[in-house]
């Protein structure tokens, strides 16, 4: 291979565990490597890793193109659990983006955000390069209080900042931005909610809106566990993604899952049920794209520092039961397929439950995957807190940026998503002051 082709695949592969090569030991994880893939890697693994960076191995220094999300990897695992789902009927896709997500579903190796082999946040792509402003102050180690809200207008924050309450004023709007449970509490906590629930704490109504903290969605995982046999959990994390159907009559996916070897692999009460986990694991995470439960979240006090009360709901729904049920046979007919069998070892868990036993494991194994949206929704009714413009109904210059806005999950992770809520609450500032 050409040291041109070689200096550009070294540049994203990140660091695999020792066990996999002997020549990248002593390396930690994160570590940025060169490593030239001619004796690396045998013919085979070259191959995978050169076709998913979209590079032609016969002409490595033509016009392939390194696709957004591609990174190399080392046993071709991830390549086989791109093509795994297609012994299930699920078409492979390039990227999980568009098509795959707007059509019956697919599997893709994930598209994620990164430079210099390693992931970067929102705050560091957005909010880093302009820290050195004068126009810009990021406060650390400030726990807002409440909104300042005069004659029915937000004209600032009050915070809590090293043990001392400041406040802060602001000369055009005020958007809070705090995510789907910390923006309806400060709503609430600010008079902004459902008048009951404020009068029961003292605070004084400024707006009567129900829907705040009401809606409460997430996409919850369940987890299907096997034992890995050649990439450690501890350096790799969710690389491969799949879309689908529980109804093949239907024309979009309500199940996804994303898989990799990741060491948060089960619940304390399924690793009290099964046994200790492998030191090796592989998990596929599952869940149903837009969940038809739905749960709350209410203010336990008019402290902030009182802790909010979350009843989530999840699979609350008899349909989102079946749904969960699908996606966990699913996963294990994925999981348990031929392509995958010389990279797994073994499964862990669930196994081949039915019934009730079923019914109790998903129950048991549910997470998160920190997708909560929903509580202080977009829309019209008497529900709704916030209209087109992402402006609080009822409060002048104020308004909402983060997912609490979506009126229903999205098919897929939400960062993206929210990343667009900020664009759109961007276009609208400079749209209403003229900048």
């Not at 081949?352 to 494991?361: E, F, I, P, Q, V």
Request: aromatic share 6%; with cysteine.
């Amino acid at each position: 291979m050409k040291q041109k082709s070689i200096q550009l695949l070294s540049a994203i592969v990140k660091y695999f565990n020792s066990a996999f090569r002997p020549s990248l030991m002593g390396h930690k994880t994160g570590d940025v490597i060169a490593i030239d893939l001619n004796t690396a890697f045998d013919e085979k693994e070259r191959e995978w890793i050169l076709s998913d960076l979209g590079i032609d191995k016969d002409n490595p220094e033509g016009k392939g193109k390194v696709r957004p999300g591609a990174r190399a990897v080392g046993t071709g695992q991830w390549r086989c659990s791109r093509r795994s789902p297609g012994t299930a009927g699920i078409k492979p896709f390039d990227s999980p983006n568009g098509r795959m997500m707007e059509g019956p579903g697919g599997a893709s190796i994930s598209d994620v955000i990164v430079r210099n082999g390693l992931r970067k946040s929102i705050f560091r792509a957005y909010t880093y390069p302009y820290m050195d402003h004068a126009n810009l102050t990021v406060l650390t180690g400030a726990l807002v209080r409440r909104l300042l809200i005069e004659n029915g207008t937000a004209v600032g924050v009050a915070v809590d900042h090293h043990g001392q309450e400041r406040e802060f004023r602001a000369r055009g709007e005020v958007v809070l931005s705090t995510g789907a449970v910390h923006t309806p509490k400060i709503l609430m906590l600010s008079g902004i909610g459902d008048h009951e629930l404020l009068d029961l704490y003292g605070i004084p109504v400024v707006q009567h809106l129900p829907g705040v903290g009401r809606n409460f969605q997430d996409h919850l995982a369940v987890t299907c566990v096997w034992e890995n046999t050649k990439i450690d959990a501890r350096t790799m994390s969710c690389d491969a993604v799949m879309f689908w159907s529980s109804n093949s009559g239907s024309r979009k996916p309500d199940l996804y899952a994303c898989c990799g070897p990741i060491a948060a692999a089960a619940t304390p009460e399924n690793i009290a049920r099964y046994g200790p986990l492998p030191d090796m694991p592989w998990v596929m995470y599952g869940a149903l794209t837009q969940p038809e439960s739905r749960g709350y979240l209410e203010i336990t006090g008019p402290d902030p520092k009182d802790p909010v009360r979350l009843v989530d709901n999840t699979l609350s729904r008899d349909a989102d039961l079946k749904k969960a049920i699908a996606c966990v046979e699913m996963m294990r007919e994925v999981g348990n397929s031929a392509p995958l069998k010389p990279y797994l070892k073994r499964e862990v868990m669930p196994g081949n439950l039915k019934g009730a036993d079923l019914t109790r494991y998903i129950r048991d194994a549910g997470v998160t995957y920190w997708h909560q949206a929903g509580t202080a929704r977009m829309g019209r009714g008497p529900m709704a807190v916030v209209d087109a413009n992402l402006r609080v109904y009822g409060v002048e210059k104020l308004r909402i940026a983060d997912g609490s806005i979506m009126p229903a999950l999205t098919t897929g992770n939400t960062m993206a998503p929210c990343v667009v809520i900020g664009e759109r609450a961007a276009h609208e500032l400079k749209v209403a002051h003229g900048v």
